[in-house]
């Protein structure tokens, strides 16, 4: 576990807090189990789903034409975001083979493939040029990565100067029993193995300071708030060196 020391300032008196914060599990990168992918493309995430498109379309609805969703999925978000701004192109991209499979059925039976482009592919070795997009999405992708430098990394160099960066994922709860009792609030109907899936990203995901401080380390300028119970959204425009 990790200890955070909060300092209270009352009456010139320094009062001193330790809060004890659960330490991050990372969970496997990519989901290349068949049966998972199936469970976790079943699951009902759309609530949060459309939350995430509703965000992107009020803020920068007018600035997108061509973007690139990393870690898609099996493509419920570029799905909505394509029938909420029919002039947008979407490159979505996920390095789980099974999940891109049905991701692309599921593209064709929405009738958007003029729309939509699903790509077998992972950062940081993504085949794009530098500055190819106006906007960088991700929902629920950072909490998968060992490493997360890379994705700051990454969606900097492909991303257009002044382009956006729009980033949902969940928030490491307090503890083990947090994550569980979430768990059952949430997904209590759910295939056991999509709510082990779910508990487990739970572990692995950030807290909002660690995101902070992963953004400070990519020197971005970009804000981070909770936008719901369990996920964060970290968003702005993109200035950096790749853009020049």
């Given at each position: 576990?990790?200890?955070c020391?909060?300092?209270?300032?009352?009456?010139?008196?320094?009062?001193?807090?330790?809060?004890v914060?659960?330490?991050?599990?990372p969970?496997?990168?990519?989901?290349?189990?068949?049966?998972?992918?199936?469970?976790?493309?079943q699951a009902?995430?759309?609530?949060?789903n459309?939350?995430?498109v509703?965000?992107?379309?009020?803020e920068?609805?007018?600035r997108?034409t061509?973007?690139?969703?990393?870690?898609?999925?099996?493509?419920?978000?570029p799905?909505?975001?394509?029938?909420?701004?029919?002039?947008?192109?979407?490159?979505?991209?996920?390095a789980?083979?099974?999940?891109?499979?049905?991701?692309?059925?599921?593209?064709?039976a929405?009738?958007?493939?003029?729309?939509?482009?699903?790509?077998?592919?992972?950062?940081?070795?993504?085949?794009?040029?530098?500055?190819?997009?106006?906007?960088?999405?991700?929902?629920?992708?950072l909490?998968h990565?060992?490493?997360?430098?890379?994705?700051?990394?990454?969606?900097?160099?492909?991303?257009?100067?002044?382009?956006?960066?729009?980033?949902?994922?969940?928030i490491?709860?307090g503890?083990?029993?947090?994550?569980?009792?979430?768990?059952?609030?949430?997904?209590?109907?759910?295939?056991?193995?999509?709510k082990t899936?779910?508990y487990?990203?739970?572990?692995?995901?950030?807290?909002?300071?660690?995101?902070?401080e992963?953004?400070?380390?990519?020197?971005?300028?970009?804000?981070?708030?909770?936008?719901?119970?369990?996920?964060?959204?970290?968003?702005?425009?993109l200035?950096?060196?790749?853009?020049?």
């Amino acid at each position: 576990m990790t200890i955070c020391i909060i300092v209270f300032i009352i009456q010139g008196r320094s009062f001193f807090l330790k809060e004890v914060v659960m330490k991050r599990i990372p969970e496997p990168e990519i989901m290349e189990d068949e049966n998972q992918a199936i469970a976790y493309a079943q699951a009902d995430f759309s609530d949060s789903n459309q939350l995430y498109v509703d965000l992107l379309k009020q803020e920068y609805g007018n600035r997108l034409t061509y973007v690139i969703d990393i870690g898609c999925g099996p493509a419920d978000v570029p799905i909505r975001l394509a029938k909420a701004l029919p002039g947008i192109h979407i490159i979505a991209v996920d390095a789980s083979y099974p999940m891109v499979q049905i991701a692309r059925k599921a593209v064709v039976a929405h009738n958007l493939s003029s729309q939509i482009e699903i790509i077998h592919d992972r950062i940081p070795e993504l085949d794009f040029d530098s500055n190819s997009f106006d906007g960088i999405l991700s929902k629920d992708l950072l909490h998968h990565l060992p490493d997360p430098d890379i994705f700051w990394t990454e969606a900097s160099r492909i991303c257009k100067n002044d382009g956006i960066l729009f980033v949902m994922d969940l928030i490491r709860p307090g503890s083990k029993e947090a994550a569980r009792s979430m768990v059952d609030s949430v997904s209590g109907d759910e295939d056991p193995l999509l709510k082990t899936d779910f508990y487990n990203s739970l572990l692995s995901s950030f807290s909002i300071q660690e995101v902070k401080e992963q953004i400070k380390k990519s020197h971005l300028q970009i804000d981070v708030k909770t936008v719901s119970s369990r996920h964060y959204l970290a968003k702005g425009h993109l200035f950096n060196e790749f853009s020049y």
